[in-house]
């Protein structure tokens, strides 16, 4: 079934969904990302992963916009009472099927990947994170819980730098949630890093490649003003 929720095209949802699964990829994107997400829903397309991806106002800064993430997953429960949800940022790359993490720990409310850091300094120092980039939320009452947290941290402090540093602050407060590392084949890592190598989700960054692409053009255009630099 695929549809839009409005007749305005540049507002639009981009969904294309079929009952042959117990489980749907869903995603969110401003205006601006339209084309990565139409881009990314292709992909999809092509390999019969159903999914909705919902078109969502700008909300100032990149790090504002990520805070929508725990209310797109409480939408798309809503919409989606009885199905696994599989959250993906719309710059991911799905390289095989998907059934596998649809099914991964059946009896967790939610996975996401973790990454433990550690520095040495005077005395150890550990670091503690988790990655929104791709989530996997069952619908149960756990993961409700555990998003209606979410998004309470990100109102509480809206000031910090992307919804991850909240996510984590969930994370303490979810008693009774049950939550199960997401192994790094299906977590999305940056394509050429090692942990990418025959990884079924991988990741390519929209906002390293605007920074890229901008740092060429400004390289090119310092280049040709010396060739024009009159003596």
């Given at each position: 079934m695929t549809e839009v929720n409005t007749n305005m095209a540049e507002q639009a949802d981009i969904i294309n969904t079929h009952d042959l699964t117990d489980w749907l990829v869903i995603g969110f994107f401003t205006p601006n990302y339209r084309e990565l997400a139409e881009t990314f829903a292709s992909s999809l397309c092509k390999q019969?992963?159903?999914?909705?991806?919902?078109?969502?106002?700008?909300?100032?800064?990149?790090?504002?916009?990520?805070?929508?993430?725990?209310?797109?997953?409480?939408?798309?429960?809503?919409?989606?009472?009885?199905?696994?949800?599989?959250?993906?940022?719309?710059?991911?790359?799905?390289?095989?099927?998907?059934?596998?993490?649809?099914?991964?720990?059946?009896?967790?409310?939610?996975?996401?990947?973790?990454?433990?850091?550690?520095?040495?300094?005077?005395?150890?120092?550990?670091?503690?994170?988790?990655?929104?980039?791709?989530?996997?939320?069952?619908?149960?009452?756990?993961?409700?819980?555990?998003?209606?947290?979410?998004?309470?941290?990100?109102?509480?402090?809206?000031?910090?730098?992307?919804?991850?540093?909240?996510?984590?602050?969930?994370?303490?407060?979810?008693v009774g949630v049950v939550f199960s590392p997401l192994s790094a084949t299906y977590s999305g890592r940056e394509v050429g890093t090692a942990r990418a190598t025959n990884a079924i989700i991988t990741h390519k960054s929209a906002v390293k490649s605007f920074k890229e692409n901008t740092s060429i053009t400004a390289r090119a255009l310092r280049s040709a003003t010396r060739l024009f630099v009159f003596k």
């Open positions: 019969n992963h159903p999914h909705h991806l919902f078109a969502v106002e700008s909300s100032g800064t990149w790090s504002h916009v990520t805070m929508l993430k725990p209310t797109v997953i409480l939408n798309a429960m809503d919409h989606y009472p009885d199905k696994s949800l599989i959250l993906m940022d719309v710059d991911c790359i799905v390289n095989g099927p998907l059934d596998e993490l649809a099914h991964f720990q059946p009896n967790a409310d939610v996975s996401c990947y973790t990454t433990l850091t550690m520095k040495q300094l005077r005395r150890h120092r550990q670091n503690f994170s988790l990655s929104s980039r791709v989530m996997l939320i069952r619908p149960t009452a756990g993961a409700r819980d555990f998003m209606n947290k979410w998004r309470e941290a990100c109102d509480e402090r809206p000031w910090m730098y992307g919804a991850e540093r909240n996510l984590v602050l969930a994370f303490t407060r979810a």
